[in-house]
C-alpha cells in the first residue's frame, strides 16, 4: 500500500455561525447568519441598534436568535401531550430545563433575497422529545419604517402538535452599561419564577421594581421575567422603549397580536462576565416559559395548520 495522500490545506477559517448575508435600505443594514437564521447585527447610520456579536464569534445568549417550537424553558425537559409523556434533552444543564427550542443551532437554508430582504426556510424533523415535523420560515425586510421579523411554521405531521415561538435581540442605545438607559415596558403583570426560572403565578408590577409602564432609567434592576397585559397602541402592536437619556439615540421593539407576552432579561445571569448589561434583551413571545406543561398562552397545530407571528425594531420612535 503506498503513502497516503495529504489532504489540501487552508488556513482560511469559517465563520462560527456560518455564511453571512447583509441586506440593506438607505442607511440601514442587517447581517443575518445561517446557522439559526440569526439577526447577529442591525445598524442604521452606522449606530448599532443591538448588542451583537461579531462574525468571528459563536453567538452567546441567545442573541438574535429565533425560538422555534418554544421560547424560554421547559421544566425538566418534559411535558405531557395527549397523554404521552416527553422528554427533551436538557438544554440548559445547569437548570435541568429545555430552553428556547431546537432550531437556533441548526444550519438554514436561503429560499430567496433581494437588497432589503432575505427569506431562510428549515424543516423541524422529529428528533429526541419532539415527535413532529415543522416546516420553518423566517423573513426579515429593512424598510421605512426599520426591520420587520415574520415567523411562520407549519405542521407537516399527521398528528396535532404544541407550538410557540420568540426572538432573542438584546437592543443597545450605545451606553456601555444598560444601567442610564431610559426603559419602558407596556406590561401591568409580570410572571415571577423559581430558581430554575419557571413562573410560579402572576402578579401585578404597580408598586414592584418590575413596575416600568413609564419611560424612566433602568438604573441596577436585575430583570428576567415576562411581562404579559400588555397596553397596545392604536395599530395593534405594544412597543418597549428605550433611549438614551440626552435623547440622542432611541428604539422600540414592537410585537403583533400574536404575540402577547415579552421577555426582558438585563443579562445579569450571562456566564460571560464582559457581557452582563451590556443590551437588554426584549424577546417576543407568542406563548409563556414552560407553555407546554402550564397551557398558558400554547399554541395548538393541527395537521397541515400553520401559524404566523411578526416583530419588528423601530430605530428612532417617536412619542
Not at 437556533?104 to 436561503?110: C, E, L
Not at 408590577?205 to 436585575?222: A, I, K, N, S
Not at 395548520?305 to 428612532?316: L, M, R, S, V, Y
Amino acid at each position: 500500500m503506498g503513502p497516503r495522500q495529504a489532504q489540501e490545506q487552508t488556513t482560511t477559517a469559517w465563520p462560527p455561525s456560518g455564511r453571512q448575508f447583509t441586506i440593506s435600505h438607505r442607511a440601514q443594514t442587517a447581517v443575518l447568519t445561517e446557522v439559526g437564521a440569526a439577526l447577529r447585527r442591525y445598524d442604521v447610520g452606522g449606530r448599532q441598534i443591538l448588542d451583537g456579536y461579531t462574525e468571528d464569534e459563536m453567538c452567546t445568549g441567545a442573541r438574535g436568535q429565533s425560538l422555534i417550537p418554544w421560547p424560554n424553558r421547559i421544566a425538566s425537559g418534559r411535558y405531557t401531550w395527549q397523554g404521552r409523556t416527553e422528554q427533551l434533552d436538557l438544554s440548559e444543564p445547569e437548570k435541568g430545563g429545555a430552553i428556547h427550542g431546537l432550531t437556533r443551532w441548526a444550519v438554514w437554508t436561503v429560499e430567496h433575497s433581494t437588497e432589503n430582504s432575505i427569506t431562510f426556510t428549515h424543516t423541524q424533523h422529529a428528533c429526541q422529545g419532539w415527535p413532529w415535523v415543522l416546516e420553518c420560515r423566517l423573513e426579515y425586510r429593512l424598510g421605512e419604517d426599520g426591520l420587520t421579523v415574520q415567523t411562520t411554521a407549519v405542521n407537516r405531521s399527521s398528528t396535532p402538535c404544541p407550538y410557540g415561538t420568540g426572538a432573542h435581540p438584546y437592543l443597545s442605545v450605545g451606553t456601555p452599561r444598560i444601567d442610564a438607559a431610559l426603559v419602558r415596558v407596556p406590561g401591568s403583570v409580570y410572571l415571577p419564577v423559581d430558581q430554575r426560572g419557571i413562573p410560579t403565578g402572576r402578579e401585578a408590577v404597580e408598586g414592584t421594581p418590575y413596575d416600568l409602564r413609564q419611560m424612566q432609567p433602568l438604573g441596577d434592576r436585575h430583570i428576567d421575567v415576562t411581562y404579559t397585559d400588555l397596553a397596545r397602541d392604536d395599530d395593534g402592536r405594544a412597543r418597549v422603549h428605550i433611549a438614551r437619556a440626552d435623547g440622542s439615540a432611541a428604539a422600540a421593539l414592537w410585537i403583533d397580536e400574536s404575540y402577547p407576552y415579552f421577555e426582558i432579561f438585563t443579562g445579569d445571569t450571562l456566564p460571560q462576565e464582559d457581557r452582563r448589561r451590556t443590551g437588554l434583551g426584549v424577546e417576543p413571545m407568542t406563548c409563556a416559559p414552560n407553555a407546554f406543561n402550564s397551557g398558558e398562552g400554547l399554541i395548538t397545530l393541527e395537521p397541515g395548520e400553520g401559524h404566523t407571528g411578526t416583530w419588528g425594531i423601530e430605530p428612532a420612535p417617536t412619542e
